[in-house]
């Protein structure tokens, strides 16, 4: 029951520098900020529950994974802090 909204109109990344990321994850809810524009909003974020494979559980926290498809990608100054 994932429920998304993606912003995908204009310009969100510069060629000639570094992009700034922002994940800003709260409860069951994230959204996902390129160079100060939203991209994409999540909400109602489940997972499949450990103990019952066959049920689906609000996910409120978890790990966080830093990836990109398809193309090679660098990071540096990733800074994680409490809202």
């Not at 520098?17 to 994850?25: D, F, H, K, M, Q």
């Not at 069951?28 to 991209?39: K, P």
């Not at 609000?58 to 398809?70: A, F, N, T, W, Y």
Request: contains cysteine.
């Amino acid at each position: 029951n994932l429920r998304q909204w993606i912003k995908a109109d204009g310009v969100f990344y510069t060629l000639d520098g570094w992009n700034t990321v922002e994940l800003i994850a709260s409860g069951d809810s994230a959204a996902h900020v390129v160079n100060g524009r939203l991209v994409a909003a999540l909400y109602g974020l489940q997972a499949q529950d450990p103990a019952d494979r066959s049920r689906y559980v609000r996910l409120g926290k978890g790990r966080i994974l830093l990836q990109i498809e398809c193309a090679e990608i660098m990071f540096r100054n990733i800074k994680i802090r409490a809202l």
